[in-house]
């Protein structure tokens, strides 16, 4: 079975500061994984996916995770905060096929501090 | 494109009223997912179709609620009756596997208050 586990529900940094949020999975089977953001009143927008073609993925708006099978992890970074990036933060699990649903972490909530 | 569209955004009723929710997919996505999540839970998976067919309903609590996708196209989600627990926001996504080259989108939620 497959699951995510995100460390800190809530992560405070200053604008201009590198932004890590942290994902491991657990999975019996090559993931395929996913990072979403929700703004404040919003959907859940895609940030990125990882689907093995390549192990650093870059997503929309400055973030990107590296796969590391190793460690089971997917972190998300970016190299610096801006206000707008404050927004809570979703990792996600394919389970199954090609056509399974997905499987989430509790969030994480990032602040961003002038 | 447009995108996954869900209606209505909020919903406030009592305890033991019936309320629908609906998810218009992206035109031609075969697969039709809810999820919900409660207030300072995870989102949770509740049941996935494949154009008008259930594929998968694990994740749905309990006979209150009825899912429906006739015709392969809008689908919707009824709780009936309602009931305090129910309450939370409620996720639609859509997709179309074509090799990797995939995705999930979501819809904005509708925000279902019951009281």
């Known amino acids: 079975a497959q699951s995510v586990t995100q460390l800190g529900s809530h992560v405070s940094v200053s604008e201009g500061a590198l932004v890590l949020l942290r994902c491991n999975y657990s999975s019996s089977v090559p993931p395929y994984l996913f990072w979403y953001v929700q703004y404040p009143n919003q959907g859940l927008q895609l940030l990125l996916k990882?689907?093995?073609?390549?192990?650093l993925v870059k997503g929309i708006n400055g973030f990107e995770a590296e796969f590391k099978k190793s460690e089971t992890s997917f972190h998300l970074t970016k190299p610096s905060a801006h206000m707008s990036d404050a927004a809570e933060y979703f990792c996600a699990v394919r389970r199954g096929g090609s056509q399974g649903n997905l499987i989430f972490g509790k969030g994480t909530k990032l602040s961003v501090k002038p | 494109e447009a995108g996954v569209t869900q209606f209505p955004s909020h919903s406030v009723i009592e305890k033991g009223q019936t309320v629908t929710l609906r998810c218009d997919p992206i035109s031609g996505h075969d697969n039709l997912y809810w999820y919900r999540r409660v207030m300072g839970k995870e989102i949770k998976f509740l049941l996935h179709f494949v154009k008008e067919s259930k594929q998968d309903e694990s994740g749905m609590p309990n006979n209150r609620f009825l899912a429906e996708r006739t015709g392969g196209t809008y689908s919707t989600l009824k709780v009936q009756p309602a009931e305090l627990e129910d309450s939370g926001v409620y996720f639609c996504?859509?997709?179309?596997?074509?090799?990797?080259?995939?995705?999930?989108?979501f819809g904005s939620g509708t925000r279902l208050t019951v009281v």
């Open positions: 990882y689907t093995s073609a390549a192990t």
């Open positions: 996504a859509s997709s179309q596997v074509q090799g990797i080259n995939y995705g999930y989108t």
